[in-house]
């Protein structure tokens, strides 16, 4: 995994039979006992990957939904999928006139993630304070700010190569 990959898609290919040896998918094979994958293995470990891909882009549009239903400021998607060691595959960002509506903004992404598509977040950090709430789904994190972190923490200037998708308010 040190060399440098050229093609994208070789490199799913070879992200998915690194994740299937990590596994240790050991069968029997010309005689030697060893670890492999056979072709019905990839195609389902490929397909798993697309579902993902898809399910993370799906999960990013209901947040940006749930930030909709209460009137959120400024709704942007960071897509950073093309961006190396990134730590999500998107960030959805907005932010609220009020503490009072940057935690409703957040219950609101918690209900319509759970209504749609039976998800909640893996992690909630921000509650008490409510002037920058995360909303951590793994793949998908959420940043519901007040006005003024916003402006300083500055997380699209700090990701300024992902690709932004503003949403209408």
């Known amino acids: 995994m040190a060399q440098k990959k050229e093609e994208s898609g070789r490199d ?8 299937a040896l990590i596994n240790q998918k ?7 006992y060893g670890s492999y994958i056979c072709p019905n293995d990839l195609k389902i470990l490929m397909a798993k990957k697309k579902e993902e891909k898809n399910y993370n882009q799906i999960l990013a549009e209901t947040i940006a939904s749930g ?3 209460l009137k959120a400021n400024d709704i942007v998607v960071l897509d950073m999928r093309l961006i190396e060691n990134a730590m999500a595959d ?12 940057v935690e409703a903004i957040a219950r609101s992404i ?10 909640t977040p893996w992690h909630i950090e921000g509650m ?30 700090l990701w300024a190569d992902a690709q932004l998708l503003k949403i209408a308010s």
């Open 67 to 69: 930030m909709q239903e």
């Open 12 to 19: 799913a290919i070879v992200t998915l039979i690194s994740v």
């Open 90 to 101: 998107f960030l959805v960002i907005c932010h609220g006139g009020s503490n009072t509506q």
């Open 110 to 119: 918690e209900k319509e993630t759970k209504e749609k598509l039976n998800d």
């Open 128 to 157: 008490r304070n409510s002037k920058w709430i995360l909303l951590d789904y793994v793949n998908v994190v959420a940043h519901v700010f007040d006005n003024e972190s916003r402006g300083f923490y500055d997380l699209e200037g």
């Open 26 to 32: 050991h069968r029997w094979h010309n005689g030697n």
